[in-house]
């Protein structure tokens, strides 16, 4: 097992694809405004510079906006009713970035993503790792906030046993920093050190995953 550097090894695998990558807005605990300003930071962002990506999000005010901006690569739709999208085709790509821990019924769209997919396509996803040593020492010392769009939390374990039910099966299984821990400096260093020696304790859980045909 790897402790990875998410957004990179995202943009690595992406380079030159046909990518559906869905949650595309980013930056669901901010208003709308402050997620139209802040949108040249995501990873839909940079996907777009390398890529020939379609986005998927809920969040109609805000591709509204964008789309003011030029910014039209992102479809409006529920990502638990796929079967809705006026999409074809399959992908080489499907990203589901910090996304299913949001959802109330996640099935739905594992379900859904299949008419994407065939034998060759990669489904990459990234969630929060229940058993993260960041998360708990947060806890422990008060300073845990949780998403307020979040309704449902991962391990190792469980989520591969709900990706199973879908015939989906886990081809590599990793742990991953986001960009934002960066910014602690000497601490993300020595963290780093020690993820990289602990991989299971990271943050961040990190699935490639194929359809099992």
């Given at each position: ?145 949780e998403g307020e769009e979040h ?12 990706l199973k039910r879908y015939q ?46």
């Amino acid at each position: 097992m790897k402790y990875l550097n998410r957004n990179e090894s995202i943009l690595k695998m992406a380079t030159g694809k046909y990518v559906l990558h869905l949650g595309a807005v980013g930056f669901t605990d901010l208003e709308v405004n402050d997620r139209v300003k802040n949108f040249n930071k995501t990873l839909h962002y940079k996907l777009s510079a390398i890529a020939d990506v379609i986005g998927v999000d809920y969040s109609a005010n805000v591709i509204r906006e964008l789309e003011k901006v030029n910014i039209t690569n992102i479809k409006y739709g529920d990502v638990e009713k796929l079967q809705d999208l006026n999409i074809e085709g399959k992908f080489d790509l499907i990203i589901i970035g910090d996304l299913i821990e949001h959802l109330s019924n996640p099935g739905l769209m594992l379900e859904g993503i299949k008419r994407f997919c065939d034998e060759n396509t990669i489904i990459l996803i990234t969630t929060p790792n229940a058993f993260g040593l960041p998360s708990f020492i947060r806890y422990l010392i008060n300073r845990f906030k949780e998403g307020e769009e979040h309704v449902i939390g991962f391990n190792f374990f469980n989520i591969s046993n709900l990706l199973k039910r879908y015939q989906l099966q886990v081809q590599t299984m990793a742990t991953c920093y986001q960009d934002k821990a960066t910014s602690y400096g000497l601490f993300f260093h020595g963290g780093k050190l020690f993820f990289n020696c602990f991989p299971k304790l990271g943050g961040t859980i990190f699935l490639l995953v194929k359809l099992g045909l």
